[in-house]
């Protein structure tokens, strides 16, 4: 149990875990801890972003101007947008304004939002650490955002030589400095997630009011016997994908997001898990016969959300359907289906973890990101992986630009 707001069960077999491994693993916890928790505290560090005494790089009076746009367009890649994306997707019951996000090449999207929207009525917000991304910068001038002294456009990248930066001083548009210490994946809980965050109308001191700290008994013991275990699969090459299994439709972006946290942060030095999103019900008529009785090379995380609040189902016509099904919620039907998964896992000797959200609010959404950002990091620095860096990624974005000159 962590909180009122979620709870994590684990229900990972022995079978998957080196005894030995463990063992070595557990002695270098305690000064990961220490390292963490000096990290957080440190204002030139990556995960100083889950201090509560962050200073953010943007004034809330300075945003107000921008509050009366109706329609947000944010346009980005990677960590600049699958947080801001993730939030939206989470509390989009509470947002009244319409939101699109542009964080692929896809020019039907372009095309299509040309001819629903005037781009004087938008907001745009352009995030791009780097402040040269690519497909970011592509966007921007396929969307023909840019303008001298446009008092629609939001730009969030690194203050110094860049495209984007410069581009803001050159034509006079707002522009917020990027946190130079905080990369894309763990920046969602800094201006790059909550400026989105707050135009769309939400709460951003609650996003960060509830973020999951490893000083806390506890929270240390969960993160603990979590990461150990995790890092123990991971190093063993037993298993080698991560499902998610989705129960939970808010929560489809957030695994987006997580997905990248995962593979960026852990996959080098020849390990890591491959996180694959599998949407249910669907996915129990398409993938379930595999995850069931094909190779047992697979660790599955259960998220489902808990709840009594949901819609009956009537029927009037066929008394072998009203036998199961008149007068049942939807959320009984779902947890059916999720507990007779349950079920078979246990009887076959899967190995899973169950993420059980209880409320869906700010809070919750800030303490996922802040659980799983911890928990990723204690897991690269058991396996002296380093959580924070992209080689693989960088390599490419670097072939990219040669092949375009």
């Known amino acids: 149990m962590i909180n009122k707001n979620f709870f994590l069960k684990d229900s990972i077999k022995l079978k998957n875990l080196k005894i030995g491994l463990t063992n070595r693993l557990s002695k270098k916890l305690n000064k990961i801890f220490i390292d963490i928790n000096n990290d957080i505290k440190n204002n030139k560090r990556t995960l100083n972003v889950l201090n509560k005494k962050f200073q953010l790089r943007f004034k809330i009076r300075d945003l107000n101007r921008f509050k009366k746009f109706r329609t947000i367009a944010i346009i980005g890649m990677g960590g600049s947008i699958l947080g801001a994306e993730a939030i939206y997707d989470f509390l989009k019951i509470k947002i009244k304004k319409k939101v699109y996000f542009f964080n692929d090449l896809d020019e039907s999207k372009i095309k299509d939002f040309r001819r629903r929207e005037k781009n004087s009525k938008v907001l745009f917000i352009i995030i791009s650490k780097s402040g040269n991304t690519i497909e970011t910068l592509s966007n921007t001038f396929l969307l023909k955002v840019v303008k001298k002294n446009a008092k629609n456009v939001i730009i969030i990248s690194e203050k110094k030589k860049n495209f984007l930066y410069t581009l803001s001083k050159k034509l006079n548009l707002f522009h917020v400095e990027h946190n130079k210490n905080i990369g894309g994946r763990y920046s969602v809980l800094s201006e790059v997630g909550l400026i989105p965050a707050y135009l769309m109308g939400l709460n951003i001191f609650k996003l960060r009011s509830n973020i999951f700290s490893c000083s806390k008994k506890i929270n240390k013991l969960i993160i603990r016997n979590n990461a150990l275990k995790l890092a123990n699969i991971m190093y063993s090459k037993k298993i080698n994908n991560l499902i998610f299994l989705n129960y939970l439709p808010e929560l489809k972006k957030f695994l987006f997001w997580c997905q990248q946290l995962i593979a960026e942060s852990l996959g080098k030095k020849n390990l890591g898990f491959l996180p694959v999103i599998s949407n249910t019900p669907k996915d129990h008529h398409s993938l379930l016969q595999l995850y069931l009785d094909g190779p047992k090379d697979k660790l599955f995380n259960i998220f489902s959300f808990d ?99």
């Open 307 to 405: 709840t009594k609040y949901s819609e009956k189902i009537s029927i009037n016509y066929s008394d072998d359907l009203k036998s199961f099904l008149h007068q049942k919620k939807l959320s009984k039907v779902k947890n059916a289906q999720k507990n007779s998964l349950i079920k078979s896992f246990n009887k076959k000797g899967i190995s899973f973890r169950e993420i059980k959200i209880k409320k869906i609010n700010e809070e919750v959404i800030g303490e996922l990101f802040s659980f799983f950002i911890i928990e990723t990091i204690v897991v690269g620095k058991l396996l002296n992986i380093n959580p924070f860096d992209q080689p693989a990624v960088e390599e490419i974005k670097i072939n990219t630009k040669k092949l375009l000159k």
